[in-house]
């Protein structure tokens, strides 16, 4: 991936964080623009057309979920990292449905920034290219003959099994949250438990360690994410 290549904006309405953020970025030669506020926000999207965008919930004037909103009924597809406080997991699950990519912990560290970029970024890329096959360590994926395999060996997995997984590597490095694998994989709102079991049975089936899994990481409260190195 080349950063110096990809241009980020910032939207947040407090100065240190943004200061930080752009000499953080920087330092990594992204391309870094700000926007304090929401209509700031929009105008600077239509103006620069970022890669991505780090977007504080808490604006003054169009909220952060109201943005994201904005962006993805317009068909914007730009990858989207939401700031956030470690107490506000309503708010983060809300911009997930949404359509966010990821979000990011206020305190946050700038590694752990960095690599939530990189799989936002990997995910778009890997969408655009549309690519057949889904390879990860010891985990490959054919999205064409639903055919999976663990170092080589072909793993048997049911038909919600598969679903789920196939919504995992196709949203690889992103996290999709509880309601959202529940409406695509089972139509509509279903018991939660379901769900954590069929995680469970693939886990023991593609995991080389399922109680540390490597693959499918969970996202305490919020739902899942198919990690991605």
């Known amino acids: 991936m080349n ?7 910032v939207v947040d309405d407090e100065p240190a964080i943004r200061r930080l953020l752009r000499t953080s970025l920087s330092s990594q030669d ?3 623009q700000e ?3 929401g209509r700031q926000a929009l105008a600077e999207i239509e103006r620069s057309h970022p890669d991505l965008i780090i977007l504080d919930l808490g604006l003054p004037d169009i909220s952060g979920l109201d943005l994201i909103r904005i962006l993805r009924t317009g068909g914007n597809p730009v990858p989207i990292l939401v700031l956030s ?3 506000d997991e309503k708010g983060k699950v809300e911009a997930l449905d949404l359509g966010a990519d990821d979000y990011v912990t206020k305190p946050f560290g ?6 939530r970029i990189r799989a936002a970024l990997r995910h778009r890329l890997q969408q655009q290219g549309e690519q057949p096959v889904f390879q990860n360590g010891d985990l490959s994926v054919d999205l064409v003959r639903r055919i999976v395999r663990v170092r080589g060996a072909e793993v048997k997995l049911s038909p919600k099994e598969y679903d789920i997984l ?8 992103k996290i999709l949250t ?18 954590r079991i069929y995680i469970r049975q693939l886990r023991q089936k593609i995991e080389a360690s399922p109680e540390r899994p490597r693959y499918i990481l ?7 994410r198919l990690n991605v190195d």
């Open 85 to 87: 406080s470690r107490v």
């Open 178 to 195: 509880h309601r959202m694998l529940m409406s695509e994989v089972w139509g509509g709102e279903t018991d939660v438990q379901y769900l």
């Open 3 to 9: 950063a110096v290549a990809t241009n980020i904006l």
């Open 218 to 224: 969970t996202e305490t409260g919020v739902g899942y």
């Open 166 to 173: 196939r919504l995992l590597v196709a949203h690889a490095g």
């Open 110 to 115: 700038t590694a752990e920034l960095f690599a």
């Open 30 to 32: 992204f391309r870094v």
């Open 35 to 37: 926007a304090a506020d």
